[in-house]
T-cell receptor
Framework: NAGVMQNPRHLVRRRGQEARLRCSPM?????VYWYRQLPEEGLKFMVYLQKENIIDESGMPKERFSAEFPKEGPSILRIQQVVRGDSAAYFCASSPWAQLGRTGELFFGEGSRLTVL | RKEVEQDPGPFNVPEGATVAFNCTYSNSASQSFFWYRQDCRKEPKLLMS???SGNEDGRFTAQLNRASQYISLLIRDSKLSDSATYLCVVTGVNTDKLIFGTGTRLQVFP
């Protein structure tokens, strides 16, 4: 049973370009979360999606960032017109159910490290 | 004020030592609490849940004090392989998301 798969693992973009990060959840998991981790900082929640629905996007910046989780295919985190401050590790996590309070277990991918030049 | 606060460390301890980490959370309505472990440049992984009655898993003991909004993790007989960053995690209120602290780094030396 493959774990959460993220790609690319490393991405370099110049300012103003677009970055697309992909996440395939574990088999059977329909809940996907995106977190951002800046150097020397903690994981910051960005968005929570279920298939075809955004459930909670309270952590997403208002501009340039968007996320989707289509019926078929991976979840995508898209960052338009990247700036240096977007350089970070972006982690995707999945869960087979909501109500994380029950187990607290999110299964994380290895992350996508974005560097903006 | 941060929702979850931790001492960033690092805690440098010799093998065999006992070490304790603390964490405070700001929202008294938070319901569930966990410790995650993150190795350098790796993904976080669930270490254990934290219950009001306290819980133990081998060399690891977690405790929760709801009145003080305080969570602790105790590691006994530290191993070199325990070197990692330990993340204190709470669930959001009325939301299905986990809120992570910035982590406490542990370095166990021979």
């Amino acid at each position: 049973n493959a774990g959460v798969m993220q790609n690319p693992r490393h991405l370099v973009r110049r300012r103003g370009q677009e970055a697309r990060l992909r996440c395939s959840p574990m088999k059977g998991h329909s809940h996907v979360y995106w977190y951002r981790q800046l150097p020397e900082e903690g994981l910051k929640f960005m968005v929570y999606l279920q298939k075809e629905n955004i459930i909670d996007e309270s952590g997403m910046p208002k501009e340039r960032f968007s996320a989707e989780f289509p019926k078929e295919g991976p979840s995508i985190l898209r960052i338009q017109q990247v700036v240096r401050g977007d350089s970070a590790a972006y982690f995707c996590a999945s869960s087979p159910w909501a109500q994380l309070g029950r187990t607290g277990e999110l299964f994380f991918g290895e992350g996508s490290r974005l560097t903006v030049l | 004020r941060k929702e979850v606060e931790q001492d960033p460390g690092p805690f440098n301890v010799p093998e065999g030592a006992t070490v304790a980490f603390n964490c405070t959370y700001s929202n008294s309505a938070s319901q569930s609490f966990f410790w995650y472990r993150q190795d350098c440049r790796k993904e976080p992984k669930l270490l254990m849940s934290v219950y009001s009655s306290g819980n133990e898993d081998g060399r690891f003991t977690a405790q929760l004090n709801r009145a003080s909004q305080y969570i602790s993790l105790l590691i006994r007989d530290s191993k070199l392989s325990d070197s990692a960053t330990y993340l204190c995690v709470v669930t959001g209120v009325n939301t299905d998301k986990l809120i992570f602290g910035t982590g406490t780094r542990l370095q166990v030396f021979p």
